[in-house]
């Protein structure tokens, strides 16, 4: 199966059903960025502390599968050079649509996170990169891309999902609202189901999801080259794991100078 080819369709479609990470920001949100009152998330819930952020004028910003209209405007916004890279030709033309509607110069790209061959070496100051890392089978590429195009000194903003919320049986906890342990880690919807589980998934054409290992998430980027100084954790409060432990990690990481 051509993963990347099957989940552009499927966030394609999830922009088309109104899915909460494809709704754009709003022009009051983008006016207020402009004053420099704006906040983003790299996880559910937290917003990114802002001390995580450089000065954002004139800085050349990579926003990394991030479409959809929320991050990139914000930053185009309070004077960031935005590129917005996203598989999802959806996603972009949410951002297309805010920039157009609010007169805010981005760049969009259609590409792979894990293949920035179309940017050159060191062209960026920052990377913000939400959680999306969940909808690729390897996580060590884009570790190794975002590194390679960030210039010496730059930093790499990084939200992605504790592996822990991939061992539990998915229908029963959305069913019963139970954490009973079914699957190992590293996780793949197309692996770790069985055939009918699997199915039902391809048959409603939702995004395919892979539980990487906090090896290949944190020790990942330490292997890349990165030097991580900030870290921290969040929940999904829509979920029953949620309400006992965060399943989510975000990092700041820099490319030593």
Known sequence: MDIRAYNRSAWDREVARG???????????????????WSVLLTPTKPVPAGWFPDLNQLELLCLACGGGQQGPLFAAAGAQVTVLDNSPAQLEQDRLVAKR???????????????????????????????NVFVPAVKPVWLETYRVLRPGGALLA?????????????VMDA???????????YSDLTSLDAKQ????????EPLEFGHTLDDQIGGQLEAGFVITGFYEDIDPTTPLGKVIPTFIATRAIKPG
């Open 19 to 37: 899915n909460i990470w494809t709704q754009p920001v709003s022009s009051e949100q983008v006016q207020s960025a402009r004053r420099g009152e």
């Open 102 to 132: 609010d007169g805010l110069q981005m760049r969009l790209v259609e590409g792979d996170m894990a293949d920035l061959s179309q940017f050159a070496a060191e062209s960026f100051d920052l990377v913000f990169h939400p959680v999306s």
């Open 198 to 205: 699997r199915q039902r998934y391809l048959d409603a054409g």
């Open 176 to 186: 019963q609202g139970l954490l009973e342990v079914r699957h190992t880690i590293p």
């Open 159 to 171: 939200g992605f999902v504790n592996p822990l919320q991939y061992i539990f049986d998915f229908e």
